[in-house]
């Protein structure tokens, strides 16, 4: 089984609808990170969580919020989704290592999100 | 702020040919260096890494070293094959951040 995954993987919606991208993580990480990927621009990051009561915006946050249930999981929501909405979704984790310096991201599937 | 700038794509090559893409980069401090393979439909995943000055990171048959001098971490391959066709992000990580950076991606083809 994947160790992170990611639901729905592809949801195509209308403009001004609620939608929820769902992250879940069995690393036992306990950093998660919610990105956008769109074409020629790489990925860029929306919303970051160090732990379940430490929530932090990104880069792009405006749009989005977030919750952290538990340890494992991750979701993303878009209150009133826009057109310049649709992207590519990625969840990642990390573990919380000592040495700061460096910190692998584990990668979800990713969720293609279409908004009309 | 940091940033990764890295070869635009789309760069596409013969089976058996020698594969460079160009990352250089800019940050504060010293920063450790990856590089991330996107195949297609999937998620990203490290290929390989360096987090100081002359480090080579290798997997694969892929390697790139850690070039402080330049700010580059150029990524090689002697022969690729055509499962390596994929999308290749370069990225780094602050000394004292968590935050990856990351480049725009090259996607690369290889024909057989």
């Known amino acids: 089984d994947a160790d992170v995954t990611q639901t729905p993987r592809n949801r195509i919606t209308k403009t001004g609808k609620r939608i929820m991208l769902e992250c879940s993580q069995t690393k036992g990480h306990d950093r998660m990170y919610w990105y956008r990927q769109d074409p020629g621009l790489g990925l860029r990051l929306i919303y970051y969580?160090?732990?379940?009561?430490?929530?932090n915006k990104g880069e792009i946050s405006d749009g989005y919020s977030v919750s952290r249930q538990a340890q494992a999981k991750f979701s993303l929501s878009l209150e009133s989704a826009i057109p310049n909405q649709t992207a590519l979704y990625f969840c990642?984790?990390?573990?919380?290592?000592?040495?700061?310096?460096?910190?692998?991201?584990?990668f979800g599937p990713g969720t293609r999100l279409t908004v009309l | 702020g940091d940033s990764v700038t890295q070869m635009e794509g789309p760069v596409t090559l013969s089976e058996e040919a020698f594969l460079t893409i160009n990352c250089t980069y800019t940050a504060t401090g010293y920063p450790s260096l990856f590089w991330y393979v996107q195949y297609p439909g999937e998620g990203l995943q490290l290929l390989l890494k360096a987090t100081k000055a002359d480090d080579k990171g290798s997997n694969k048959g892929f390697e790139a070293t850690y070039r402080k001098e330049t700010t580059s971490f150029h990524l090689e391959k002697g022969s690729v094959q055509v499962s390596d066709s994929a999308v290749y992000f370069c990225?780094?990580?602050?000394?004292?951040?968590?935050?990856?950076?990351f480049g725009k991606g090259t996607l690369l083809t290889v024909n057989p």
């Open positions: 990642a984790t990390s573990d919380d290592l000592a040495e700061v310096s460096y910190n692998e991201q584990f």
């Open positions: 990225a780094l990580k602050g000394g004292s951040n968590y935050k990856l950076t």
């Open positions: 969580s160090f732990d379940v009561k430490d929530i």
